[in-house]
């Protein structure tokens, strides 16, 4: 959850949980999954030697993971190295291996790391080279954010798949490890060995801003078999999995990039709800877990955060769920974080919570410098150092690392978006994409009645990498399909003008289809909906993001989710309009009235064919 660019996941109406809890309750069960390595397992012994060799301040910089801006570890452009000054006093990725020897590096997009997959893998391996060509240089783990759906870094020409709610939707283990698999395969391709995802949170609450359809949803057995899944998959691959945020971000009303959230959770329910996807991860030999910057009274009354908690990382984590793999803390750059204490003292109170990676500090010569002065002036004890840093090796060392930590251009060609991984990530939208009202039998949508189509509605921001904006894909993609589709933006708070052109526009229109983006109560969103209704021409919504719009609109007809506005989930939705395709997902998420939310609308499983 390092950037605040991914923007709000919730509806803005006050939630309902109890509804959405008493719909999960019940359904967990157990599950037993086989634990398996990337590879051999690793030699401690040499492992250990490396550790003795090492300075401390080589010992401190392995903890750390940052970011650094440029498409290149020595020759970024010059706006790059004026912010890697500006940030962190080195002008190139180079030059922070150089200095502070941190053991990972952080991928973003507004880092301008991430341009194609030939420059990616030639950043990789300056990156890889700079800090092997160190004395006692180790490889590094290279990580980023790629959860597919909101949450992309990576973008085209990769292959892009519908994201974690959308995949709840399908419900298929099968199609979560082929995502696992494949996205994996094209990272490691690009020298990205470590990936901060899945996402194993049951988003128990509609208005989570931050979670939401980053979530497989809210029933915990549905959303720990595919976390499983998911995990196998990636290391089929040869890359690190990441579950996230321990120990469950999933109900809070908010964001802890901006805010200190608080889990109201008893015990016994974190342990039937929360719990049970990171049970499921430990049990599929998960490389990292990734903390969460949330307080949680009945797991640690402190008022710390996850991160900080001795009692949660240690005492929950590693010895109640027997976890000893690498527990990486969520950006410390983050609000929730920093709320209580300074940027000094968060770093050395992580690794006495039992952390073992430090991600993205917003200062690293201050949180390098506090672990440093922690250890030389007892705080912290050497050996403390060395059970994460044994904790980090291994995992490079499971990873091949030390024997294959660099790329091949005909590797990238050879695995980077190939047709048959395209056509792979298309199928599996298909089977997201979840009907949730056809009233009249409104869809699917006949070409040689209702040829001309309009498109309108909420045109976010793209997620990274797709080509957007949502209405111009819909119309394309209809287009193709046979329609002669027209595409009217009209945003996510159309003004009275805007909806007036629209309702103007769909009078020479056919069909409508209008997208739809986190609708609330008072939202403009309604009215364009409401006005393109009295038109009398047939409308259909899509839902882009948040499926709970449906309840907001009760008068339309015929209803689409796709759990997000991603190309591949697009055009899957544009196939189901036009009856290509019969819609197949199953609501992951309970959908409450909006009316009373004590009353579930629509439940977990609800979903329509044809």
């Not at 698999?181 to 208005?207: C, H, K």
């Not at 993609?477 to 009209?490: C, I, M, Q, V």
């Not at 409308?539 to 015929?558: I, M, S, T």
Request: proline residues 6%; contains cysteine; charged residues 20%.
């Amino acid at each position: 959850m390092h950037d605040t660019s991914t923007g709000s996941t919730g509806n803005t109406a006050r939630p309902s949980r109890r509804a959405v809890l008493a719909a999960t309750a019940g359904l967990t069960a157990a599950l037993t999954v086989p634990t398996t390595a990337h590879a051999a397992p690793p030699d401690e012994r040499r492992l250990r030697a490396l550790i003795s060799r090492m300075t401390l301040e080589e010992k401190v910089g392995q903890l750390f993971v940052m970011r650094v801006y440029g498409h290149s570890a020595t020759a970024p452009d010059q706006a790059d190295i004026d912010a890697n000054l500006k940030e962190i006093g080195v002008r190139t990725a180079a030059e922070l291996i150089a200095t502070y020897r941190v053991g990972g590096i952080i991928y973003f997009t507004w880092a301008h790391n991430t341009r194609d997959p030939h420059q990616i893998a030639d950043l990789s391996d300056g990156i890889q080279r700079a800090s092997l060509d160190q004395p006692r240089g180790l490889p590094v783990l290279i990580a980023t954010d790629q959860e597919h759906g909101a949450v992309c870094r990576v973008g085209k020409p990769a292959t892009l798949f519908p994201g974690a709610m959308a995949i709840g939707a399908g419900g298929s283990r099968s199609d979560a490890r082929t995502l696992g698999r494949i996205s994996g395969t094209e990272l490691r391709a690009m020298g990205i060995n470590q990936d901060y995802s899945p996402d194993a949170d049951v988003n128990v609450n509609p208005a989570n801003p931050v979670i939401g359809v980053r979530s497989f949803g809210a029933d915990p057995d549905a959303v720990a078999r595919l976390v499983a899944a998911e995990v196998k998959g990636y290391q089929d691959a040869g890359v690190a999995a990441t579950a996230k945020h321990f120990p469950g971000h999933g109900d809070t009303a908010v964001d802890s990039h901006t805010g200190f959230p608080v889990i109201t959770h008893s015990r016994d329910l974190w342990e039937k709800l929360d719990a049970v996807p990171f049970r499921a991860a430990v049990a599929a030999g998960i490389d990292s877990i990734m903390t969460a910057h949330i307080q949680f009274p009945a797991l640690d009354d402190s008022g710390d955060p996850a991160t900080l908690s001795h009692p949660i990382l240690t005492g929950i984590l590693r010895e109640e769920l027997g976890y000893d793999g690498v527990v990486i803390t969520d950006s410390l750059g983050m609000e929730g974080v920093r709320t209580k204490y300074g940027d000094d003292r968060v770093p050395v109170l992580a690794l006495k919570a039992g952390v073992d990676q430090l991600l993205n500090p917003p200062s690293l010569d201050v949180a390098w410098h506090a672990v440093l002065r922690a250890v030389q002036d007892g705080e912290l004890t050497e050996s403390r150092l060395d059970e994460s840093i044994l904790r980090i090796l291994r995992l490079k060392a499971r990873l091949g690392l030390f024997d294959h930590a660099l790329t091949t251009r005909a590797g990238v060609d050879r695995a980077v978006g190939t047709k048959s991984h395209l056509a792979t990530a298309d199928r599996i939208a298909e089977r997201t994409t979840t009907l949730l009202v056809n009233e009249d039998g409104i869809l699917p949508l006949d070409r040689r009645e209702q040829r001309r189509v309009l498109v309108v509605g909420a045109d976010p921001a793209s997620p990274s990498g797709t080509t957007g904006p949502p209405t111009g894909v819909l119309a394309a993609a209809l287009t193709e399909l046979g329609f002669t589709a027209t595409a009217l933006s009209t945003g996510t708070a159309p003004s009275a003008a805007t909806v007036t052109k629209a309702v103007t526009a769909a009078q020479d229109a056919d069909a409508v289809v209008v997208a739809t983006y986190n609708v609330a109560a008072s939202d403009s969103q309604r009215t364009l909906v409401e006005r393109l209704l009295a038109t009398g021409r047939p409308v259909v919504a899509v839902a882009v993001r948040n499926p709970y719009d449906v309840a907001q609109l009760p008068a339309v007809k015929g209803f689409l989710a796709t759990y997000c506005w991603t190309d591949v989930e697009l055009r899957a939705a544009a196939r189901v309009i036009a009856g290509r395709v019969s819609p197949r997902g199953r609501l992951p998420v309970p959908v409450q009235r909006a009316d009373d939310p004590a009353q579930v609308l629509y439940p977990i499983g609800h979903g329509l064919t044809y």
